[in-house]
T-cell receptor, first 117, second 110 residues
């Protein structure tokens, strides 16, 4: 199956700093990628839809100025958590679908564990 | 929002078939049923999807009722590595978002 890679897999940052997470589709083109957040023992919650070459679409309740999304190419989307606070500590996961296959499946990255201290 | 209902947890003996149910009574005619699973601290893994016919692949079988209001994922011979949270998702098959429900935590017991 198609491969989606996230980097880094784990990051610890100080409160007030910003953290960037990368999501790459390694062997297919993804005009749309999705970012999720998952708190312990909870399900994945969709944060935003990342569109190549245009602004991201955020789910209700997600602060667009805090979670900056850039999707500059067909294989890369980035999520920047700005001015991070301990409550932003979570598991962040991206996903992408293959345009050539009609977006029938979503392939997920391995996730990024963010800890804000 | 998730449009599915699943039992929160299930156990299954190793080597036996695991049957995971899902209710999606408000499913629309153009929505597919997808199944993903998530092993602890990893990204979700695709298992199978279908519209109205039963589907089978190397991982599992998907049985969808004739009225499409419910489905069952079958792992024919469960192994310890199948212990995971299994998510049933309904979605229009055109690149729309996946909304995850609470899923079923399956524990395969030796």
């Amino acid at each position: 199956g198609a491969v989606v890679s996230q980097h880094p897999s784990r990051v610890i940052c100080k409160s007030g700093t910003s953290v960037k997470i990368e999501c790459r589709s390694l062997d297919f083109q993804a005009t749309t990628m999705f970012w999720y957040r998952q708190f312990p023992k909870q399900s994945l919650m969709l944060m935003a839809t990342s569109n190549e070459g245009s602004k991201a679409t955020y789910e209700q309740g997600v602060e667009k100025d805090k979670f900056l999304i850039n999707h500059a190419s067909l294989t890369l989307s980035t999520l920047t958590v700005t001015s991070a606070h301990p409550e932003d500590s979570s598991f962040y996961i991206c996903s992408a679908s293959d345009r050539a296959k009609g977006y029938t499946e979503a392939f997920f990255g391995q996730g990024t564990r963010l800890t804000v201290v | 929002d998730a449009k599915t209902t699943q039992p929160p947890s299930m156990d299954c003996a190793e080597g036996r078939a695991a049957n995971l149910p899902c209710n999606h009574s408000t499913i629309s005619g153009n929505e597919y049923v997808y199944w993903y699973r998530q092993i602890h601290s990893q990204g979700p893994q695709y298992i199978i999807h279908g519209l109205k016919n039963n589907e089978t692949n190397e991982m599992a079988s998907l049985i969808i009722t004739e009225d499409r209001k419910s489905s069952t994922l079958i792992l024919p011979h469960a192994t310890l590595r199948d212990t995971a949270v299994y998510y049933c998702i309904v979605r229009v098959n055109t690149g729309n978002q996946f909304y995850f429900g609470t899923g079923t935590s399956l524990t395969v017991i030796p």
